[in-house]
């Protein structure tokens, strides 16, 4: 699961929720980075705050449709 979010406090509970439950998260605080973690080909989910500097979590998912194809 790759969590992005640029509240600290908001990615830390969720990787403490996430994890305690058998989880593997990563966090990321910089929606600019996703790109990038999500080449490697390890990521299941994600999960996007909709709120967030740079890009919104919509317009992230839009771009990432693009790329996908």
């Given amino acids: ?3 992005v979010d640029d509240d600290a406090h908001i990615l830390a509970a969720l990787e403490s929720i996430l994890s305690r439950e058998g989880f593997d998260i990563e966090t990321l605080t910089d929606p600019l980075q996703v790109l990038a973690k999500l ?3 390890d990521t299941d989910l994600l999960i ?3 709120d967030m500097p740079h890009l919104t979590g ?6 990432l449709l693009y790329t996908s194809d």
Avoid: T
Wanted: proline share 0%; aromatic share 0%.
């Fill in 1 to 3: 699961i790759l969590a």
């Fill in 58 to 63: 919509v317009e992230l998912c839009r771009c």
């Fill in 39 to 41: 080449e490697k080909g």
């Fill in 48 to 50: 996007l705050d909709l």
